[in-house]
């Protein structure tokens, strides 16, 4: 199944200020999704991200806010812009497990926990 | 609408105190339903896939079971390093999951 890397693994941040988190994928991939895990609560899809057009964003998450690039077929990073304390959270990216089906499910980069002070 | 729901929200065990994990889910179209494992710190760990009901999976101590309206975690015998934050997610007409909340499972020794 596909091994994914993401940096930083945590960090604080001053509000106001932007972080860009980066995902690494071990294999070419298609989709990347961004989710957001808030303390206590369960994930949340941010965006997909395709290579060679623009994210495609859910409900209540904007680009000007979560801005995604995708470079490639194994890379992308989220920038979480213009923090505020409720952008504390943990970041992933997933993939799908493996080509060819879902049995592999989707994996989990080990996430980003962020905090803004 | 996707919804998942999880229960119970937070269960103790004693080591090989065996029970299940409730997962009651509401989709269009269910390509799959997903269990994973989320250690403190981590990203979700992948256990499960089913696809259709009457489908079951084992892998160690856990068993997954699915029928038309939801989904069972099964722990049999569970032991100390069985203590996770279990999520259950579907997948409907989109790519991507949608998750539920989670059971805090402590398996005490």
């Known amino acids: 199944s596909a091994v994914i890397s993401q940096k930083p693994s945590r960090d604080i941040c001053q509000r106001g200020t932007s972080l860009t988190i980066q995902c690494q994928v071990d294999s070419q991939v298609t989709m990347m999704f961004w989710y957001r895990q808030q303390p206590g609560q369960s994930l949340t899809l941010i965006a997909t991200?395709?290579?060679?057009?623009?994210?495609?964003?859910e409900s209540g998450f904007v680009i000007d806010k979560f801005p995604i690039s995708r470079p490639n077929l194994t890379f992308s990073t989220l920038t979480v812009s213009n923090m505020s304390p409720e952008d504390s959270s943990i970041y992933l990216c997933?993939?799908?497990?493996?080509?060819?089906?879902?049995?592999?499910?989707?994996?989990f980069g080990s996430g980003t926990r962020l905090t803004v002070v | 609408e996707d919804q998942v729901t999880q229960s119970p929200e937070a269960l103790r065990l004693q080591e090989g105190e065996s029970s299940s994990l409730n997962c009651s889910y509401t989709?269009?179209?269910?390509?799959?339903l997903f269990w994973y494992r989320q250690d403190p710190g981590k990203g979700p760990e992948f256990l499960f896939t089913l696809y259709s009901a009457g489908e079951e999976k084992e892998k160690e101590r856990l068993k997954a079971t699915l029928t038309k309206k939801e989904s069972f975690l099964h722990i049999t015998a569970p032991k100390p390093e069985d203590s996770a934050t279990y999520l259950c997610a579907v997948q409907g007409g989109a790519n991507n999951l949608f998750f539920g909340t989670g059971t805090r499972l402590t398996v005490i020794p």
């Open positions: 997933s993939v799908e497990g493996a080509t060819g089906g879902l049995n592999y499910g989707y994996t």
């Open positions: 989709v269009s179209g269910l390509r799959g």
């Open positions: 991200a395709n290579q060679g057009s623009e994210a495609t964003y």
